[in-house]
């Protein structure tokens, strides 16, 4: 069954630095996400992305975040300068179509420690 | 605005004994809404929706999930727990406008003893 990939599974890394979290979306899906959880609060949207642009973001996506599908497989969500309270569990999802009723399908989300 | 409670952070429950976790929400609408499942080192996968229709949604393993408009619910039950449905469970509201993004509660972990 196909399934949304992301890695890595645990990044680490020191307060300033860039990070670039990496998805691989199901192949015939069009609808690309990125969601974050705050250890211990709600898992919260940041970004939607369809036909090489943000389709929606939330007020969370500031211009220290970007998405980029830079192939046509991965899709990217690159963090700049990272601060200690961007810490948190990313998962990335698809849909095969716009619309939150279409199910979206998570990956399994990337670890993020701001050190 | 759209939000989602999930007021217990932690339920145990012994297996076989029935389960019910609860979830409100707060919405202009009528809204869409979900229940995701994460098991460990696993990503959030869909366990049933409820867009419209019949108030009582079945999904997969076993679970089912009432709407009822009147107090603002969506809660997810189970008649006989498993120890493979330990995990967390997210309930979610999705917007009825077209928007794609989800709102999820803080998720209930579930824990089953023997």
């Known amino acids: 069954e196909p399934e949304v990939t992301q890695t890595p599974s645990h990044q680490v890394t020191q307060m300033g630095q860039e990070v670039i979290l990496r998805c691989v979306p199901i192949?015939?899906?069009?609808?690309f996400y990125w969601y974050r959880q705050i250890l211990g609060q709600k898992v919260e949207f940041l970004v939607s992305?369809?036909?090489?642009?943000?389709?929606?973001k939330s007020e969370i996506f500031d211009d220290q975040f970007s998405v980029e599908r830079p192939d046509g497989s991965n899709f990217t969500l690159k963090i700049r300068s990272t601060k200690l309270e961007d810490s948190a569990m990313y998962f990335c999802?698809?849909?095969?179509?716009?619309?939150?009723?279409?199910?979206?399908?998570f990956g399994p989300g990337t670890r993020l420690t701001v050190l | 605005a759209q939000s989602v409670t999930q007021p217990d952070i932690h339920i145990t429950v012994s297996e076989g004994a029935s389960l019910e976790l609860r979830c409100n929400y707060s919405?202009?609408?009528?809204?869409?809404l979900f229940w995701y499942v994460q098991s460990p080192g696993q990503g959030l996968q869909l366990l049933l929706k409820?867009?419209?229709?019949?108030?009582l949604v079945q999904g997969i393993k076993g679970f089912e999930a009432e709407f009822k408009r009147s107090q603002s619910s969506f809660n997810l039950r189970k008649p006989s727990v498993h120890w493979s449905d330990a995990a967390e469970y997210f309930c979610?509201?999705?917007?009825?406008?077209?928007?794609?993004?989800?709102?999820f509660g803080t998720g209930t972990r579930l824990t089953v003893i023997p």
């Open positions: 999802a698809s849909s095969v179509q716009r619309g939150s009723y279409n199910e979206q399908f």
């Open positions: 192949s015939n899906h069009l609808y």
């Open positions: 992305f369809y036909n090489n642009e943000i389709s929606e």
């Open positions: 919405y202009g609408a009528t809204p869409y």
């Open positions: 409820y867009f419209s229709g019949d108030t």
């Open positions: 979610a509201v999705g917007d009825t406008t077209g928007a794609n993004n989800l709102f």
